[in-house]
């Protein structure tokens, strides 16, 4: 009898924050999922782009507030160097501002430093295979920074943006806004997830979004989403 062997290659986090102490805390989470390994840590974002130039990963876990390089700058470089990690942002209710600079910079999406450890791995999981996490509490907070100082919600711009959209389209979009998941708005839209899956393609397409986390973000740019 031949014996079978699991195909599954671990996921490949690293791990950015200039704390060594948080760096173990969260090796020794991540590492007791068999299904993820740390592949490398960096305490600043000049560390992170060296290491990341010669060690392949999936996801990186990473701090704003950082020496050297903060995590938006370094977001920001790997997006625009095409990098095929994802970044999924940690954060305290204090820096949601720069949050928000992460998310535009090309973060997958962010997630509270004092999430339950289960949060985090699903997390981890769910930007691995190309969705967004965006922490509702944090993104209510997050939003009392933000909402005040975007463009009026009759500006012609703004608007204009959401013209090629239809009426379901734009009711996916403020459900994605409010932080609700796929079976959530089948739930509350009576829809088929196969449906909500088209919807949110279409919308990724016509807004010209990486993720969900970039529909979010339009949403209440476009003054789509309620205050």
């Known amino acids: 009898m031949t014996e079978t062997s699991s195909t599954t290659t671990p996921l490949r986090v690293v791990l950015v924050d200039d704390q060594p102490l948080v760096r173990g805390g969260f090796r020794m989470l991540i590492e007791s999922d068999d299904q993820m390994q740390v592949v ?12 990341l ?16 390089m ?13 990098h095929p990690a ?3 942002v940690l954060t305290t209710f204090d820096v949601d501002e720069y949050v928000f600079n992460a998310l ?10 004092d999430a339950q450890p289960d949060d985090l791995l699903s997390a981890i999981r769910s930007v691995a295979a190309g969705d967004s996490v965006v922490a509702p509490s944090a993104t209510r907070r997050l939003l009392e920074h933000v909402v005040p100082h975007l463009p009026s919600a009759d500006s012609p711009q703004r608007s204009d943006r959401l013209d090629v ?15 609700a998941t796929n079976a959530e708005i089948c739930r509350t839209l009576h829809m088929a997830e ?34």
Request: with cysteine.
């Open 53 to 68: 130039q010669r060690t392949p990963a999936d996801v990186v876990l990473m701090d704003i507030r950082m020496p050297v």
């Open 194 to 227: 196969g449906t909500v899956k088209t919807h949110v393609g279409r919308l990724l397409s016509k807004l010209q979004c990486r993720d969900r986390v970039g529909l979010v973000l339009c949403a209440y740019e476009t003054g789509l989403a309620p205050r």
């Open 104 to 113: 535009k910079a090309g973060a997958a999406g962010f997630l509270l430093k």
């Open 40 to 51: 490398g840590e960096a305490g600043n974002g000049e560390e992170a782009l060296r290491l």
């Open 70 to 82: 903060d995590g938006v700058e370094t977001t920001r470089r790997m997006t625009a160097a095409g």
């Open 165 to 179: 959209l239809t009426d379901r389209e734009r009711e996916v979009l403020v459900e994605i806004a409010r932080g």
């Open 86 to 88: 994802r970044v999924l």
